[in-house]
Structures are given as structure tokens and as C-alpha cells.
Antibody, heavy 127, light 109 residues
């Protein structure tokens, strides 16, 4: 059974960098079949996809956050990480890591739904 | 970017009743690459439906998904007490970004 677990500081000061790590167990982050994403949810609000990474290190980011986000992977530790710089109170949220599958058909590949999620970790940005 | 609009915002129903949730996309969703998730308070979302109509592993058959193009529906045939939660749709067929709908809350009437 695949499990994902987020870790990192729960409190970050405004203008500094938010750093989180997701540890994957029960499966290999190096698998060519999966992508690994970060998603966040402010209190009482909906879900926002932040970005994703493939085992090769290839990334895609939400254009709304792209200038501040870096996602990286450490296959030796079976982990992937999120860095969000220049944070403000608007970045206060529960941050989730999640897995999605790579599906290829007719020479085109797609990244599919999120089948496994971490439990989430609350990050509060303080002034 | 594909914008997903869910309606209604809140659905007030009694256990045993049928729930019909709507998700409308601002443009056609490729190959029905649409998923539905259930989220309970203080929990991570749980995958219910993918590919618009395929139930995820372990999901009861009272949950069903339908639709294509820009209009999708999640139906819960007979609400059980544990089904009262927030439901989100998500599209993944287009190029990034992945987007989610704003959610529908199913509450006990």
C-alpha cells in the first residue's frame, strides 16, 4: 500500500521560503508510471494544484505560482520536495502531496487523477 | 486553463435520498479526463471516480459518474450518513494546470 507523508515547518515568516518534503513508502518514486504533485487548500476553501515532478526531474507548475515555486526529487531517499519563496499570509494553507499516474495512448501521454494523497500539513505564514 | 464550476454550492438532503452534483467545464475536457473526490473535515480528499465514470477501488456502487465534453455529474443513489461531505471535481486531460472545481457541500437536512 502506497503511503505519502508530508513534513516540514508548520510556521514560516512572511517573505521567507516555505519548504516541505513528501516521503513515499510502499512504492518507488523512481517508477516511470507516476507523477508526484503538491496541492494546497486554504482553510475553508477549495483545492489548488501547485505543481508536479516526474522521476526524471521534469516539472510542471501552476502558472499562478510558477515564479515562486521549485519542486525537486531525491530518488535515493524516495522523497520529493516543495519550495515556495517570498511567502505571504495568502500562502497559509494545508499542503498535500499526491500521486498521479502516467497514461500513454496513441503516442500521447497524459497525467491522470490523484489516486494517493498524504494526510496534509498545515503551514501558517506569520508576519 | 479549464475552469470547473460546480453546482449547487450546498445540497441539503436526508439519508436515503438521491444526490446529484454537477460540474461544468469552461471548455471540453479531453477524453473525459475528469475525476471526483470526497473530502471530509480534516481529511485529505479521497478519489471516488476517474475517467468521468470509473469507480476507484473500494468505492461503493451507490456512487456513479457520468457526462462528457463540458458537463459532468456525480450521483449518489442513496445517501448514507458517511456520505455527507464536500465533493470536488478535477480535470486532468489538458495541459497544465490541473484544475479543481470549487466544491459542493452535501449536508444533512
Amino acid at each position: 500500500q502506497v503511503q505519502l507523508q508530508e513534513s516540514g515547518p508548520g510556521l514560516v515568516k512572511s517573505s521567507q521560503t516555505l519548504s516541505l518534503t513528501c516521503t513515499v513508502s510502499g512504492g518507488s518514486i523512481s517508477s516511470v508510471s507516476y507523477y508526484w504533485s503538491w496541492i494546497r487548500q486554504p482553510a475553508g476553501k477549495g483545492l489548488e494544484w501547485i505543481g508536479r515532478i516526474y522521476t526524471s526531474g521534469s516539472t510542471n507548475y501552476n502558472p499562478s505560482l510558477k515564479s515562486r515555486v521549485t519542486i525537486s526529487v531525491d530518488t535515493s531517499k524516495n522523497q520529493f520536495s516543495l519550495k515556495l519563496n517570498s511567502v505571504t499570509a495568502a500562502d497559509t494553507a494545508v499542503y498535500y502531496c499526491a500521486r498521479s499516474q502516467k497514461y500513454c495512448s496513441g503516442g500521447t501521454c497524459y497525467v491522470t487523477h490523484f489516486d494517493y494523497w498524504g494526510q496534509g500539513t498545515l503551514v501558517t505564514v506569520s508576519s | 486553463e479549464i475552469v470547473l464550476t460546480q453546482s449547487p454550492g450546498t445540497l441539503s438532503l436526508s439519508p436515503g435520498e438521491r444526490a446529484t452534483l454537477s460540474c461544468r467545464a469552461s471548455q471540453s475536457v479531453s477524453s473525459s479526463y475528469l475525476a471526483w473526490y470526497q473530502q471530509k473535515t480534516a481529511q485529505a480528499p479521497r478519489l471516488l471516480i476517474y475517467g468521468a465514470s470509473s469507480r476507484a477501488t473500494g468505492i461503493p456502487d451507490r456512487f456513479s459518474g457520468s457526462g462528457s465534453g463540458t458537463d459532468f455529474t456525480l450521483t449518489i443513489s442513496r445517501l448514507e450518513p458517511e456520505d455527507f461531505a464536500v465533493y470536488y471535481c478535477q480535470q486532468y486531460g489538458s495541459s497544465p494546470p490541473v484544475t479543481f472545481g470549487g466544491g459542493t457541500t452535501v449536508e444533512i437536512k
